[in-house]
């Protein structure tokens, strides 16, 4: 977790048993956005370890907490990585995950986070995963004002404007309105 982050995802979810399928769905979706379908499996399973270790056998009495689930790309791993936001009961790392790319921290937040790494596919590293490009939305684009030649047309008067508005809501196959 020490190169720089060169994507990030994340979601809030509630500490409950319905995480695990919400984070596989968010998974699944990222992975495919940013092209590395191949790692889909690994880090399903990543995912579902972690999340099933910090949610465990929830309290139906006690009030849910929320949980941010993060995908991170840098350097030459996915990190996957779960902020809690109680003190208590202290994390534990699942066995199937232990080793040097794994653990569990106290953040000065006093939250704990719980992350693991998963490699990269041989030959690419983070700098070189195609990454989806985001463009202006269409309700972006709906609430920008109109450009300046059409603002200021003075031959654009409230009739033409609609004529234009209903030919656009018809049915190609309906006959123009007269």
């Not at 990190?79 to 534990?92: F, G, H, V, Y």
């Not at 269409?138 to 200021?152: C, L």
């Amino acid at each position: 977790m020490r190169d720089q982050t060169v994507q990030v995802d994340d979601l809030k979810l509630v500490a409950l048993p319905s995480a695990i399928n919400c984070a596989d769905l968010f998974v699944r979706f990222t992975l495919v956005e940013w092209r590395v379908e191949t790692m889909v499996p690994d880090v399903r399973r990543a995912t579902e370890a972690l999340i099933t270790s910090v949610v465990g056998n929830p309290d139906k009495k006690a009030t849910p907490t929320m949980l941010l689930f993060r995908l991170r790309l840098s350097g030459n791993t996915l990190a996957i990585e779960i902020e809690d936001d109680r003190r208590t009961p202290t994390l534990s790392l699942p066995r199937s995950l232990s080793g040097p790319n794994s653990g569990v921290t106290m953040l000065s937040t006093g939250k704990q986070l719980i992350w693991t790494e998963v490699p990269l596919p041989k030959g690419m590293d983070a700098t070189v995963v195609p990454l989806p490009r985001r463009g202006t939305t269409r309700a972006a684009a709906a609430a920008a004002p109109p450009p300046a030649e059409i603002a200021g047309a003075e031959d654009l008067s409230p009739d033409v404007m609609e004529r234009i508005l209903e030919g656009l809501r018809r049915d190609h196959g309906d006959p123009p309105r007269i």
